[in-house]
Protein backbone atom coordinates (compact mmCIF):
# COMPACT_ATOMS: atom_id res chain seq x y z
CA UNK A 1 0.00 0.00 0.00
CA UNK A 2 0.72 3.69 -0.89
CA UNK A 3 0.35 6.78 1.15
CA UNK A 4 0.97 10.74 0.07
CA UNK A 5 1.15 12.69 3.03
CA UNK A 6 0.78 16.77 2.73
CA UNK A 7 2.10 19.41 4.97
CA UNK A 8 2.11 23.01 4.94
CA UNK A 9 -0.70 24.52 4.18
CA UNK A 10 -1.82 27.15 6.14
CA UNK A 11 -3.57 30.70 7.10
CA UNK A 12 -1.56 33.47 4.91
CA UNK A 13 -1.97 37.24 3.98
CA UNK A 14 -2.37 38.26 0.25
CA UNK A 15 0.74 38.41 -0.95
CA UNK A 16 2.25 36.28 1.47
CA UNK A 17 4.25 32.63 0.72
CA UNK A 18 4.00 29.01 1.66
CA UNK A 19 6.01 26.02 0.26
CA UNK A 20 3.33 22.60 0.55
CA UNK A 21 4.79 19.23 0.81
CA UNK A 22 4.07 15.55 0.20
CA UNK A 23 5.74 12.70 1.19
CA UNK A 24 4.69 8.97 -0.53
CA UNK A 25 5.67 6.08 1.44
CA UNK A 26 5.04 2.13 0.86
CA UNK A 27 6.20 -0.44 -1.68
CA UNK A 28 7.02 2.11 -4.48
CA UNK A 29 8.70 0.65 -7.24
CA UNK A 30 8.83 4.08 -9.00
CA UNK A 31 7.33 7.06 -9.15
CA UNK A 32 6.43 8.83 -12.98
CA UNK A 33 4.95 11.69 -11.81
CA UNK A 34 3.81 13.92 -8.81
CA UNK A 35 1.43 16.35 -8.88
CA UNK A 36 -0.61 18.99 -7.21
CA UNK A 37 -4.28 19.64 -7.51
CA UNK A 38 -6.73 22.16 -5.85
CA UNK A 39 -10.19 22.29 -5.26
CA UNK A 40 -12.21 25.56 -3.63
CA UNK A 41 -15.85 25.17 -2.06
CA UNK A 42 -18.46 24.84 -5.03
CA UNK A 43 -15.53 23.93 -7.84
CA UNK A 44 -14.25 21.22 -9.66
CA UNK A 45 -10.69 19.80 -8.84
CA UNK A 46 -7.93 21.62 -11.10
CA UNK A 47 -4.30 20.55 -12.08
CA UNK A 48 -2.01 23.19 -10.26
CA UNK A 49 1.34 21.50 -11.76
CA UNK A 50 2.77 18.74 -12.74
CA UNK A 51 6.73 17.53 -12.73
CA UNK A 52 8.05 13.80 -14.09
CA UNK A 53 10.77 12.05 -13.24
CA UNK A 54 13.20 14.00 -15.57
CA UNK A 55 12.46 17.19 -13.96
CA UNK A 56 9.99 18.55 -16.96
CA UNK A 57 7.11 20.72 -15.63
CA UNK A 58 3.67 21.99 -16.46
CA UNK A 59 1.58 24.85 -14.50
CA UNK A 60 -1.78 26.01 -14.90
CA UNK A 61 -2.02 29.20 -16.17
CA UNK A 62 -3.88 30.96 -12.92
CA UNK A 63 -0.36 30.13 -11.27
CA UNK A 64 2.64 30.52 -13.63
CA UNK A 65 5.04 32.86 -12.41
CA UNK A 66 4.10 32.35 -8.72
CA UNK A 67 3.95 29.00 -7.86
CA UNK A 68 6.99 26.19 -8.28
CA UNK A 69 6.85 22.52 -8.46
CA UNK A 70 10.27 20.30 -7.43
CA UNK A 71 10.78 17.01 -6.36
CA UNK A 72 13.11 15.02 -4.59
CA UNK A 73 13.57 11.23 -5.80
CA UNK A 74 15.49 9.52 -3.16
CA UNK A 75 12.69 11.17 -0.66
CA UNK A 76 10.33 10.17 -2.98
CA UNK A 77 8.36 14.07 -2.17
CA UNK A 78 7.28 16.49 -4.12
CA UNK A 79 7.08 20.31 -2.90
CA UNK A 80 4.78 23.48 -3.76
CA UNK A 81 6.35 26.53 -3.31
CA UNK A 82 3.83 29.33 -3.64
CA UNK A 83 4.56 33.29 -3.59
CA UNK A 84 2.44 36.20 -4.11
CA UNK A 85 -0.78 34.43 -2.92
CA UNK A 86 -4.22 35.56 -3.73
CA UNK A 87 -7.88 35.05 -2.35
CA UNK A 88 -8.48 33.22 -5.23
CA UNK A 89 -5.87 30.64 -4.57
CA UNK A 90 -7.65 29.61 -1.63
CA UNK A 91 -8.58 25.50 -1.61
CA UNK A 92 -7.79 22.66 -0.40
CA UNK A 93 -4.45 20.80 -2.21
CA UNK A 94 -4.22 17.63 -2.97
CA UNK A 95 -0.56 15.51 -3.29
CA UNK A 96 -1.08 13.31 -6.51
CA UNK A 97 1.42 10.53 -7.94
CA UNK A 98 1.31 8.21 -10.74
CA UNK A 99 3.36 5.57 -9.48
CA UNK A 100 4.20 1.55 -10.05
CA UNK A 101 4.00 -0.39 -6.46
CA UNK A 102 5.78 -4.12 -5.66
CA UNK A 103 2.38 -5.49 -6.00
CA UNK A 104 0.47 -4.72 -8.54
CA UNK A 105 3.72 -3.62 -11.24
CA UNK A 106 1.61 -1.31 -12.99
CA UNK A 107 1.05 2.59 -13.19
CA UNK A 108 -1.56 3.91 -10.61
CA UNK A 109 -3.05 7.01 -9.24
CA UNK A 110 -2.43 7.85 -5.60
CA UNK A 111 -4.10 10.72 -3.62
CA UNK A 112 -3.12 12.49 -0.22
CA UNK A 113 -5.78 13.40 1.87
CA UNK A 114 -5.82 16.95 1.07
CA UNK A 115 -4.12 19.72 3.11
CA UNK A 116 -5.66 23.68 3.39
CA UNK A 117 -4.54 27.01 2.22
CA UNK A 118 -6.77 29.97 3.01
CA UNK A 119 -5.62 33.00 1.81
CA UNK A 120 -7.48 36.04 3.57
CA UNK A 121 -6.72 39.36 5.06
Known amino acids: QVQLVESGGGLVQPGGSLRLSCAASGSIFSINTMAWYRQAPGKERELVAT???????NYADSVMGRFTISRDNAKNAVYLQMNNLKPEDTAVYYC???????????????WGQGTQVTVSS
Open 51 to 57: IIFGGST
Open 96 to 110: NAHLVTYRTYRTDTY
